[in-house]
C-alpha cells in the first residue's frame, strides 16, 4: 500500500489492527516522508530511526499475541522539544538546555505510548516557547510547507509544520496563548487546546512552573481531521497522578442544544476581510449542518482577559525570565519579554487572579446561552515570517492580531482551530469555543465546518 502517511490517523490505526498493515511499514513510511520533506521544513529536530522502528516492532509484537492494543496502535505522531521524553533532550528551543535530558516521560508522551502510537521524533519550537514564529539558536528556523515566506506559527510551529506535511498523523504541542490554535491555522491543518486540566502534565527534568492556578498552559493535539483530534485527546487526556491539577471529567457532557454565536469582530479585533469572510462561511457550513448560529455584535471580554493571560504569563518572575533569555541571547525572546515589559511588569498576582474569577463567571454564562461561539483565531491571515521582529509597530500589530488566542485561556476554557480553506496558498481558518472540558462540543462544531468544505490534507513543501 502506497503512501500510508497520508492516511487519516483513525484509517490507519484500523488497518493495523486488522493485520492489513503492519505497523513497521507504517513506521517506514513515516520515516521516508521525514526524510523526503523535513531537510526543508526542519521542523522534526530530533529523531532516532531505530528507535523508531523497535516502538513499531513492539506494537506489531503485541497485536501477534492478540493483546489489546490502544486506538492509536502503530500510529506515526510526533512531540515538541518542550515536553520531557524519556532519553531526549527537552530543549524547549534552548542551548542552555541542550543537555537536559529527561529520565522518564512526560504523562502526555506516557498516554499516547499506553494507545499505542510511535514516536517518529521531536517538533521545534522557539526559545522559551515564547512567539508566533519558530526559531531558536539551537535547532534553527522551521518554515511553513505551504508558503515558506509565511510563518509555521509558534510556539508549536514545528508540531504545525510536520503534520501539515505528512510527518507524523497527529502532532502533539502546547498552548499558552494559541501555541497550538495558531500553528494549526497557519499550516492549514485542526488544533485544539483543552480545558485547562483536562491533559495531565508534569516535566521533572526541568525547573517546575506552576500549570494549574497561574500558568495555565496545556497540551493537546493537531491533525489533518478533527476526528484525529477527538481520538488523540481521549488518548492523552487518561489520567497520571503526576498531575495536581488533572480533572477527571467525561470526555463527553450533557447534551444541549445545536446552537452558536458568531462573532467576526469580537471585543475591537478588527479582522482584515478574508478572515471575515472564512467566519461567516464557517457560520454557512453549521447552518447547513442543523446548527443554530446567532451572529453577536460582540462577545464578553476579550481584550483584558488577553492582557491579565499576558501578564500571567510574562509578568509573573518577569525577572527570571528576562535573565534567562540574555543569557540564551535568542532575539525573538528578548524581543518578545523587552516589548511586553511596560505591560506585564510590575505584576500584581492576586489582581489578576481576582479578576479571573469575575471574568469566568462572564464568559461561563456567556456559554450558557450560547454553547460554542465562532471567532476569528487571528485578526490576520499569517503573518510574514519573524514580522513581530521588523519594528515596533509590527511587534503591536502581530499582538493586538491574536487577541482572540490569548485570552481563551485565561478563563481555562477549550478552543479549536478549524482549517476553512486557502486565500491563494495562504491558509485560513476559523477558532469554536465552549464551556470548561466541552471540547466535544468545539469538536462536532468543528466537524460540521470541516464536513462543509475541503478536507486539510498533508501536501508537498512548497518553494
Known amino acids: 500500500m502506497q503512501d500510508l502517511w497520508r492516511l487519516p490517523a483513525t484509517e490507519l490505526a484500523s488497518l493495523i489492527k486488522s493485520k492489513k498493515v503492519s505497523a513497521k511499514e507504517a513506521a517506514e513510511a513515516g520515516l521516508a516522508r521525514l526524510d523526503a520533506v523535513n531537510p526543508k521544513i526542519n521542523a522534526v529536530v530530533d529523531h532516532r530511526p531505530a528507535d523508531v522502528l523497535a516502538q513499531a516492532a513492539a506494537v506489531d509484537a503485541a497485536i501477534a499475541r492478540s493483546e489489546a492494543v490502544g486506538a492509536l496502535a ?3 505522531i510526533t512531540i515538541k522539544v518542550n515536553v520531557d521524553q524519556e532519553g531526549f533532550a527537552t530543549t524547549n528551543g534552548l542551548k542552555l538546555q541542550r543537555d537536559v535530558i529527561a529520565k522518564v516521560d512526560n504523562p502526555v508522551v506516557a498516554n499516547l505510548r499506553k494507545a499505542g502510537a510511535v514516536i517518529l521524533g ?33 510556539s508549536s510551529g514545528g508540531a504545525g509544520a510536520a503534520v501539515a506535511a505528512g510527518i507524523g498523523h497527529i502532532a502533539h504541542g502546547t498552548d499558552i496563548a494559541g501555541s497550538i490554535r495558531y500553528p494549526a491555522y497557519a499550516c492549514g491543518v485542526h488544533g485544539l487546546r483543552p480545558s485547562m486540566g483536562r491533559i495531565p502534565a508534569f516535566n521533572p527534568a526541568l525547573p517546575e512552573r506552576p500549570i494549574g492556578p497561574q500558568i495555565s498552559a496545556v497540551s493537546g493535539p493537531l491533525a489533518r481531521t478533527i476526528n484525529d483530534l477527538r481520538v488523540s485527546l481521549a488518548a492523552m ?8 491539577w488533572y480533572a477527571p471529567v467525561p470526555l463527553e457532557g450533557a447534551p444541549v442544544p445545536k446552537r452558536a ?5 469580537p471585543d475591537g479585533l478588527n479582522p482584515v476581510p ?3 469572510a472564512a467566519v461567516r462561511d464557517a457560520g ?8 443554530i448560529v446567532e451572529e453577536i455584535a460582540t462577545t464578553p471580554p476579550l481584550r483584558e482577559p488577553a492582557d491579565l493571560q499576558t501578564k500571567l504569563w510574562l509578568g509573573d ?17 528578548l524581543a518578545c519579554l523587552r516589548g511586553n515589559r511596560a505591560k506585564v511588569h510590575p505584576f500584581d498576582l492576586s489582581k489578576a487572579l481576582t479578576r479571573r474569577a469575575t471574568l469566568t463567571r462572564e464568559w461561563f454564562a456567556f456559554l450558557e446561552t450560547y454553547p460554542v461561539l465562532l471567532m476569528p483565531v487571528s485578526g490576520e491571515l499569517p503573518f510574514p515570517d519573524h514580522l513581530d521582529r521588523k519594528d515596533d509597530a509590527s511587534f503591536a500589530r502581530v499582538w493586538h492580531a491574536q487577541l482572540a488566542q490569548i485570552a481563551i485561556p485565561f478563563m ?18 476559523v477558532q469554536l469555543v465552549a464551556g470548561r472540558y466541552r471540547e466535544d462540543l468545539c469538536l462536532a462544531a468543528g466537524e460540521a465546518v470541516e464536513a462543509g468544505g475541503t478536507p486539510s490534507a498533508a501536501i508537498d513543501s512548497a518553494t
Not at 487526556?237 to 495536581?244: E, M, N, V
Not at 518572575?317 to 525573538?332: K, V
Request: glycine share 14%.
Open 74 to 76: 502503530g500510529v506515526p
Open 122 to 154: 521531536r517538533t521545534n519550537c522557539p526559545a522559551f516557547s515564547y512567539r508566533w514564529f519558530t526559531t531558536n539558536l539551537i535547532h534553527g528556523d522551521t518554515k511553513n510547507p505551504r508558503d515558506p515566506s509565511i510563518t509555521p506559527g509558534g
Open 237 to 244: 487526556s487518561a489520567q497520571d497522578p503526576r498531575d495536581p
Open 261 to 265: 454565536a458568531m462573532c467576526v469582530n
Open 274 to 276: 478574508e478572515v471575515v
Open 284 to 291: 454557512k457550513r453549521l447552518e447547513r449542518a442543523g446548527w
Open 317 to 333: 518572575g518577569y525577572e527570571a525570565q528576562l535573565e534567562a533569555a540574555e543569557r540564551e541571547g535568542d532575539p525573538g525572546a
Open 412 to 429: 481555562g476554557l477549550p478552543g479549536l482551530t478549524v482549517s476553512t480553506g486557502l486565500v491563494g496558498r495562504i491558509p485560513v481558518g
